[in-house]
């Protein structure tokens, strides 16, 4: 079956603009993930989704970043003003539900470059 | 807090020559230990779930170990195509089943 998809795969974008990235979970998984890689490092988490609602943000770096979930399907991740220190690779991961423990199966990941 | 660290860094080997990675972990309550693979410019794939010291689980040159400290990787007689990053997280304290991982252990098997 199809796996998580994100997009776009890559996105570049200059220092204090907006950027939206997108990601397609797998069908019929509820629970919702967001991380961000740096070069040479493992994922780093950023926020969790249960159906529509953020239930753990405590990975969200600052008020910069915000995620939705309107459906309980395709998320969004949105970066405000972004700067620099943002450009990392974002992967979106899901799985059945949070406990379990649930395997959680990543996408191919978005990489963000801020010039 | 929950921490995860992967050792060593980098791993070189010949075609053949069976080796093991190492995860160390520190968690109030392991609920689950799982090991990735990463290629280049992929996402992590799901290698397997350890849930209790003992466990152990195998796929093709891959077997996973785990104890009340730490998990094992083993590769026995590797091959070029399994030269990628082995990425190691844990499950804990958390109820919302967020991961944390360790840095990852980058293999190059070479011919």
């Known amino acids: 079956g199809a796996g998580v998809s994100q997009t776009p795969s890559n996105k570049v974008t200059e220092k204090g603009k907006y950027v939206e990235l997108r990601c397609d979970p797998i069908s019929g998984h509820t629970a919702l993930y967001w991380y961000r890689q740096s070069l040479g490092q493992g994922p780093e988490f950023l926020i969790y989704?249960?159906?529509?609602?953020?239930?753990?943000d405590s990975g969200l770096p600052n008020d910069r970043f915000f995620a939705v979930r309107p459906e309980g399907s395709v998320s969004t991740l949105k970066i405000q003003r972004t700067e620099r220190g943002d450009s990392a690779v974002y992967l979106c991961?899901?799985?059945?539900?949070?406990?379990?423990?649930?395997?959680?199966?990543f996408g191919p990941g978005t990489r963000l470059t801020v010039t | 807090e929950d921490q995860v660290t992967q050792s060593p860094e980098a791993l070189r080997l010949q075609e053949g020559e069976s080796s093991s990675l190492n995860c160390s972990y520190t968690v109030s309550g392991l609920r689950g230990l799982f090991w990735y693979r990463q290629d280049p410019g992929k996402g992590p794939e799901f290698l397997f779930t350890l849930y209790s010291a003992g466990e152990e689980k195998e796929k093709e040159r891959l077997k996973a170990t785990l104890t009340k400290k730490e998990s094992f990787l083993h590769i026995t007689a590797p091959k070029p195509e399994d030269s990628a990053t082995y990425l190691c997280?844990?499950?804990?304290?958390?109820?919302?089943?967020?991961?944390?991982f360790g840095q990852g252990t980058t293999l190059q098997v070479k011919p």
């Open positions: 989704f249960q159906g529509t609602g953020a239930a753990d």
């Open positions: 991961a899901s799985s059945l539900g949070p406990s379990a423990p649930y395997e959680q199966y």
């Open positions: 997280a844990v499950h804990g304290s958390s109820n919302t089943g967020k991961l944390i």
